[in-house]
């Protein structure tokens, strides 16, 4: 039986230490957990992108901490090998210390092992305050889709150099504070690269290119699983929207021919009941 993933254990996971890199997926529900898991992914990451990718929502924002502890529940229920690590959702983080505590602690409660939070040095106080709870804390830099307004949008962050050496501050300034880990995402390969070779703790990235210490990705995206395009660095394993629209349309055409149920898919009783004439 392979050994649990623990947050030490990908504290310590550098690639330029000789480790491998670092396998993450968003799962959401107990089987989409349980296939990862199989499929070896080391970290489940109960993404706030559930807005998007199950629930339908334009963006990330349209979902709160209720929200998340649901999926976390969910996911945990499958009591993977991998590490469950929840996004704590806009405006979970953002109203206060012991807020952002009692907030993470649903999150907790409901089977997260560790939270993941968007921002850089701003957050320091928060990830203070988690960390005193014993609550173990991943940074997320880049493009971090809860600013999509601030943003004007969802666009590749840090190409100018000033805002590169800023991005690299702020890892550093998430690392010191107590972070296990940092995913960057929408980045220039170059920048994910600076970032990784700045920090001691491992960089997971998600649109950063090859130099990290490991790559996320959405679980519905790398599947196909989904209608919405999806962006550039996304590599599609599977087209599961057509092998289910496919596999829906036999079922619907043996209904509509009377070939579904069978005999062998009915359940038959043992005296006749008096039917209408
Ligand atoms: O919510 C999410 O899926 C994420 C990943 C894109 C890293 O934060």
Redesign the pocket.
């Known amino acids: 039986m392979p050994e649990k993933i623990t947050v030490p254990s990908v504290r310590a996971r550098k690639r330029r230490r000789g480790s491998e890199p670092i396998v993450m997926l968003?799962a959401y529900d107990t089987p989409s957990a349980a296939a990862a898991d199989a499929g070896g992914a080391e970290i489940l990451?109960v993404?706030?992108?559930v807005a998007n990718a199950v629930l339908g929502h334009p963006d990330?924002l349209q979902v709160d901490v209720h929200v998340l502890a649901h999926h976390a529940g969910a996911v945990a229920r499958a009591r993977p090998r991998a590490l469950v690590v929840v996004?704590m959702p806009w405006l979970s983080y953002h109203l206060g210390e012991a807020d952002a505590v009692r907030n993470a602690a649903e999150l907790v409660r409901a089977g997260a092992e560790a939270v993941?939070i968007e921002g850089g040095a701003v957050r320091v106080p928060v990830v203070h305050a988690l960390l005193a709870a014993e609550i173990p804390v991943m940074g997320?830099l880049g493009l971090t889709p809860q600013s999509v307004h601030v943003m004007g949008g969802y666009r590749v962050q840090a190409r100018e150099d000033e805002a590169a050496a800023a991005l690299v501050a702020d890892g550093l300034a998430l690392q010191r504070a107590g972070c296990f880990a940092v995913?960057v995402?929408g980045v220039p390969d170059v920048v994910g690269a600076a970032l990784c070779d700045a920090l001691e703790v491992p960089v997971i990235g998600?649109g950063a290119g090859a130099h990290t210490d490991g790559q996320?990705l959405?679980f519905h995206d790398l599947l196909g699983f989904g209608q919405v395009p999806v962006a550039k660095f996304v590599r599609q394993y599977a087209n599961l929207h057509d092998v289910a629209a496919r596999a829906v349309s036999a079922w619907a055409a043996d209904v509509r021919s009377g070939s579904f149920p069978s005999d062998a898919e009915t359940y038959h009783a043992s005296t006749r009941i008096a039917t209408s004439p």
Do not use: M
């Open positions: 968003t990451l993404g706030d992108s990330t996004d993941k997320h995913v995402e998600i996320v959405v």
